[in-house]
């Protein structure tokens, strides 16, 4: 890949690869938490935080890039206490990720709950009859019976930071190689006259990942479906 695409063009799919995956891996943690709280307690405001957690999928992508412009840039709150301590994420490919995250976690909550909420209560209720604790049995019981749903919800919101646009260039700008993501890359690329070859060429790993991700999730996911009937 490293001789078909230019060092711009290779530039891009790495970082949007960095990004998509440190966006992966620090809001799946929150989006299992959040996900089984809709899916299992009942607390006032419940619908506000369901609301909220899907708020990014109906917000044009660009009004979430300027919020978080707002709360994260040199001026915001958030920004100026990340300054202070030389962690400033605004223009930067941390930014990328944050934005990509946001973008991604409603995908991943709406999958993980859905598969917990599929999980019999009965079996968790049996579990802590036998003296289990609430972590013990969301831990060995619901946890495992959900990991289908689980990673469903993680290749989802790999492949939407993967793809995200609007929300990171207003964030972070489109800088090459510290902020411009693949999308980014192909939208200057369209920019440019004759830049079409190296778009198109973008287009195909972007398609390609994006297959390649969906595969993987379905193939993972029938091998764990299968191995839990096994057992």
Known sequence: MTGWLGPQEWQAVALSLKVAFWATVFSLPLAILVSHALARWDFPGKQVVNGLVHLPLILPPVVTGYLLLLV??????????????GMGIAFRWTGAALAAAIMGFPLMVRAIRLSIEAVDQRLEQAAATLGANRLNVFATVTLPLALPGILTG???GFAKAMGE??????FVSNIPGQTQTLPS???????????????????IVSIIVAMAALILSEVFARRIANRMEGA
């Not at 646009?165 to 207003?170: K, V």
């Not at 939208?187 to 973008?202: D, H, I, K, N, W």
């Open 72 to 85: 994260f840039g040199a001026n915001g709150l958030g920004g100026r206490a990340l300054e202070a301590l």
């Open 154 to 156: 993680t290749i989802l």
């Open 165 to 170: 646009f609007g929300a990171t260039i207003t």
């Open 185 to 203: 890359a192909i939208y200057s690329f369209l920019q440019v006259p004759g830049g079409e070859t190296e778009a198109m060429r973008l287009v």
